[in-house]
């Protein structure tokens, strides 16, 4: 089914949580990952030499954080994929990650298997929001 290797760079201040998706991802057939990141710095220095298909990023963390990393690499690089994983499970955030350019948001907590697949989607030049977050952007879109 893979016709090649989704490159995945993943970028969290958190080693321990870079581990566990890095174990993740390693088990499924088409996703590696070619670099990690502990901050949103050292993930706009390492993009461009890395140039991963792409990137899996917290935006809660020390430093200047996701949403400005997420500024950074668009301007250098207006057709990077990156998708959000975040701990913060409301649409607020969502709304602003969508809004400041990247192409998907995910919750922590979702199963592993929604991972990969909102990984797949984005390097498909998709958008992918967590069921429940998509819920909420509904809603709050048609209460105004």
């Given at each position: 089914?893979?016709?090649?290797?989704?490159?995945?760079?993943?970028?969290?201040?958190?080693?321990?949580?870079?581990?566990?998706?890095?174990?993740?991802?390693?088990?499924?057939?088409?996703?590696?990952?070619v670099a990690e990141s502990d901050s949103g710095e050292d993930a706009c220095r390492k993009y461009p030499e890395v140039r991963p298909d792409v990137v899996v990023m917290d935006i809660s963390m020390p430093g200047i954080g996701g949403l400005e990393a997420i500024d950074r690499i668009l301007a250098r690089n207006p057709a990077a994929r990156i998708l959000v994983l975040s701990a913060h499970e409301d649409a607020m955030h969502a709304r602003r990650v969508l809004k400041a350019g990247a192409a998907g948001y995910l919750t922590k907590r979702s199963a592993a298997e929604a991972l990969m697949q909102a990984i797949r989607q984005v390097h498909q030049g998709k958008t992918?929001?967590?069921?429940?977050?998509?819920?909420?952007?509904?809603m709050q879109q048609l209460n105004g």
């Open positions: 089914m893979a016709i090649g290797n989704i490159n995945v760079m993943l970028v969290d201040d958190h080693a321990v949580v870079r581990m566990g998706f890095r174990l993740l991802l390693e088990g499924s057939s088409d996703i590696r990952v992918f929001l967590e069921p429940e977050i998509a819920q909420q952007l509904a």
